[in-house]
C-alpha cells in the first residue's frame, strides 16, 4: 500500500522538490532506453544543463548529445514551475518535425513524470505540447509563431541555421514574462556570426583538462601541440593542411591527444581532471560555454582526421570546421580579410582625388535613412578604383546628388531600388535614366524589367554576382580605394561584415553578419553601373561610336545623348544577349 502511494506521488510530483538543481531533476526523472538519464558519457554536459542562467549561448561540434540534453532541461523547466509557457525554435520544418518525432515524443511517451493522470488530456500536437498547466511550443521559426505566442523562455537549436530575422522577432515573445530566458545552442557559421558572436559576449567557458602526469592546465585542441601521431614528420604548419593522399599514410589508430607541455597521454574521459573556467569571469550578464571535440573522449583524433579528408575531398571544409571541430569559417574564400582590404586603400588616398570632367565616373547608392554613396573610375592598366565614400541623410539626397553630378561627369548610377521605391524611381526620372534603379532577383546576372511603356523600369541583377564582383577585384589586386577620409574603419567594417555562404549542391550566398554593410553593396552597384552601360549599349552592334557611353549624358567629345529610358524594347532584349 505504502509503495504504491510513493509510487503515484513520484509519477505526480517527481522525485526531488523545485530547489534540486535541475540536472539531477532530469537524471531523477527522465529516462533513456528505459534507464535512468546520467552524464557520464558526456560529464561536461551536467553544468549546461544545470546552468539556468537567462542569456545562455553554447557554441559546439556536432554529435555531442546536446540536443538530448536541452529537450529534457525546457520539458523539466515546463514541469517544475506551474503556468510556463516556452518556446523551443529549429531552423525550418523539416528539422522541427525530425526533432519532434525522433527526440521530443518519445520523451513524452516513456517519461510518467511528463503526464498527469488519466483522466486529464494533456494537449500533446507537434506544434505544442501542454505538460500538466504549463505549455511548450515546438516550431521552425515561421513568422506566425514568432508574433503570435508569449512566452516565459526560449530554446533556439543550432541558432546559425535559423533565419536571423525570425530570431529577434521571437525576443518580442518575452516582453509580457518575469522570467525572460533565452538559451541559444548551435554549431557555427562565421566570425562575429549568431551563436559565434553570442559566445563571444559572454564569459567564455572552456572545459579544461588538468594533466594527470605534470598537473599542467590546458584545453585540447585539433593542433598539433595536443596530437600525437607516430614518426610524423611531414612539414606543415598546421593539421588541416594535410591532404586527403598525406592522411591516407597517418597511423591513425596510434594517434592520440597528449598534454601540450610533458606529452604525456591524456585520458580525457577524467572527470575528476576537468572543470569548466570561465575566460572573463566577470562578465556575469551573458553565460557561455565552447564545447569541443575533445570536451569528451568519445572522439578519437583518428575520426577527426578522416572526417577531414572526406570534407576536402567535397571541396567543403567550412562543414568541417563547424560541425567537427565546432569552429566559425574564417577562410578568405568566404570571408575579405582585413589585410586585402587594406592593401587596396594603401594604393589609393584617404582623400578623394581629384577627378576631371573628362572622365566617366560610375555612381552606386545604397538605400536607408542614411544612403551610403559610392564613386567609380576605371584606371589605366585595368584597376578599378573606388574614390569617394559618402554617408547621406535621406532628406538631403537629392541636394547632394545634384551636386555631385554638378562636379563629376556620371555616365551612370545604380541604386538600390528597395526600401524606397517611389525615390529611386524619382532619381531614375529625374536623371533621365543616369540613376537606374536596381533589384536583387533572378539568376541572370543582369537584366531588364520594363513598364507597360516598354522602357526599362529597373534592373534585376544576381545579388551573389554582383557582390562576388567587389570580392574579387579586391581579392585580386584589381582594386584601388580611395576617399574614404574618416569612414576607413566603417568601409573596412562594412565590407568584412559580408561572408559567402558556400554550400554543396546549393548556389552561394553572401550572409550579412550583424547588418553594417553598405558600403559593400554601393561598391557593388558602383561597379554594377558600368555592366549597365555595357548592356544597353553594345559596341558591336548598336552604330554608335566604340569610345562612347550613353545614359543621359554625352562623353565629351560625343554629340549623342540618349537615356535608356527611351530606347525600345526590341534594343534592350537584343543587347541583353551579350550576358
Known amino acids: 500500500m505504502y509503495s504504491e502511494l510513493l509510487t503515484a506521488c513520484l509519477e505526480r510530483y517527481g522525485s526531488s522538490d523545485s530547489s534540486v538543481a535541475l540536472d539531477q531533476w532530469i537524471c531523477e526523472n527522465t529516462t533513456l532506453n528505459k534507464k535512468p538519464f546520467n552524464f557520464k558519457q558526456y560529464p561536461f554536459q551536467q553544468a549546461i544543463a544545470a546552468d539556468p542562467h537567462p542569456n545562455l549561448a553554447c557554441e559546439k561540434c556536432s554529435q555531442v548529445g546536446l540536443t538530448e540534453v536541452q529537450i529534457r532541461k525546457f520539458f523539466a523547466m515546463l514541469r517544475r514551475t506551474s503556468g510556463l509557457s516556452g518556446i523551443f525554435t529549429l531552423p525550418n520544418e523539416k528539422m522541427f518535425k525530425r526533432i519532434y518525432n525522433g527526440r521530443m515524443k518519445p520523451i513524452l511517451d516513456s517519461d510518467s513524470i511528463f503526464n498527469p493522470p488519466m483522466a486529464i488530456q494533456p494537449v500533446r500536437r507537434m506544434d505544442m505540447v ?10 521552425g521559426c515561421t513568422e506566425g509563431d514568432a508574433t503570435s505566442i508569449s512566452a516565459d523562455f526560449l530554446f533556439h537549436d543550432e541558432l546559425d541555421l535559423s533565419p536571423k530575422d525570425m530570431i529577434g522577432l521571437f525576443q518580442s515573445r518575452l516582453q509580457n514574462s518575469d522570467m525572460k530566458v533565452t538559451q541559444a545552442f548551435s554549431t557555427p557559421s562565421f566570425v562575429d556570426y549568431g551563436i559565434n558572436q553570442s559566445y563571444s559576449h559572454g564569459d567564455q567557458r572552456e572545459y579544461m583538462m588538468r594533466c594527470a602526469s605534470c598537473n599542467h592546465f590546458q584545453i585540447p585542441y585539433f593542433d598539433m601541440r595536443f596530437i600525437h601521431i607516430p614518426d610524423f614528420k611531414l612539414d606543415i604548419a598546421k593539421l588541416t593542411d594535410l591532404t586527403p593522399e598525406q592522411i591516407a599514410e597517418l597511423p591513425l589508430s596510434e594517434s592520440y591527444v597528449k598534454c601540450e607541455r610533458c606529452h604525456r597521454r591524456m585520458d580525457l574521459n577524467a572527470a575528476e581532471q576537468r572543470e569548466w573556467v570561465a575566460t572573463y569571469p566577470t562578465r556575469v550578464n551573458f553565460r557561455s560555454y565552447k564545447v569541443r571535440p575533445f570536451s569528451t573522449g568519445r572522439i578519437e583524433p583518428g575520426y577527426i582526421f578522416t572526417q577531414m579528408s572526406k570534407y576536402q575531398q567535397q571541396d567543403y571544409m567550412r562543414g568541417f570546421y563547424n560541425t567537427v571541430l565546432g569552429e566559425p569559417f574564417t577562410e578568405s574564400s568566404a570571408q575579405l580579410q582585413r589585410e586585402e582590404i587594406e592593401r587596396a586603400m594603401s594604393k589609393g588616398t584617404n582623400k578623394t582625388p581629384d577627378v576631371s570632367k573628362d572622365t566617366p565616373v560610375f555612381l552606386g547608392l545604397d538605400f536607408g535613412t542614411i544612403c551610403h554613396l559610392v564613386l567609380g573610375r576605371e584606371l589605366d592598366g585595368g584597376q578599378f578604383e573606388f574614390f569617394h565614400f559618402e554617408q547621406i541623410p ?9 551636386e555631385i553630378k554638378r562636379d563629376y561627369a556620371i555616365v551612370q548610377g545604380c541604386i538600390d531600388r528597395q ?3 517611389p525615390t529611386a524611381n524619382a532619381l531614375r526620372d529625374e536623371s533621365a535614366g543616369t540613376l537606374m534603379p536596381v533589384f536583387y532577383a533572378g539568376n541572370a546576372p543582369i537584366s531588364p524589367a520594363l513598364d507597360e511603356t516598354g522602357a526599362v523600369d529597373y534592373y534585376r541583377v544576381n545579388r551573389t554576382q554582383a557582390l562576388d564582383r567587389v570580392r574579387t577585384i579586391i581579392v585580386n589586386n584589381g582594386a584601388v580605394i580611395s576617399g574614404y577620409g574618416a569612414n576607413k574603419e566603417t568601409v573596412i567594417t562594412h565590407l568584412r561584415d559580408m561572408v559567402r555562404d558556400e554550400m554543396p549542391e546549393v548556389e552561394a550566398v553572401w550572409k550579412k553578419l550583424n547588418g553594417n554593410d553598405h558600403f559593400f553593396h554601393a561598391m557593388g552597384y558602383c561597379m554594377l553601373a558600368r555592366r549597365v552601360c555595357d548592356h544597353i549599349y553594345s559596341r558591336q552592334s548598336s552604330g554608335l561610336m566604340s569610345n562612347v557611353i550613353l ?29
Open 130 to 139: 501542454q505538460i500538466f498547466d504549463s505549455f511548450g511550443y515546438i516550431t
Open 394 to 402: 535621406l532628406p538631403s539626397l537629392y541636394e547632394r546628388i545634384t
Open 419 to 421: 526600401p524606397f521605391i
Open 551 to 579: 545614359t543621359g549624358m554625352a562623353i565629351p567629345g560625343s554629340q549623342v545623348s540618349l537615356s535608356p529610358r527611351t530606347m525600345s524594347a526590341g534594343k534592350i532584349g537584343r543587347l541583353g544577349g551579350l550576358y
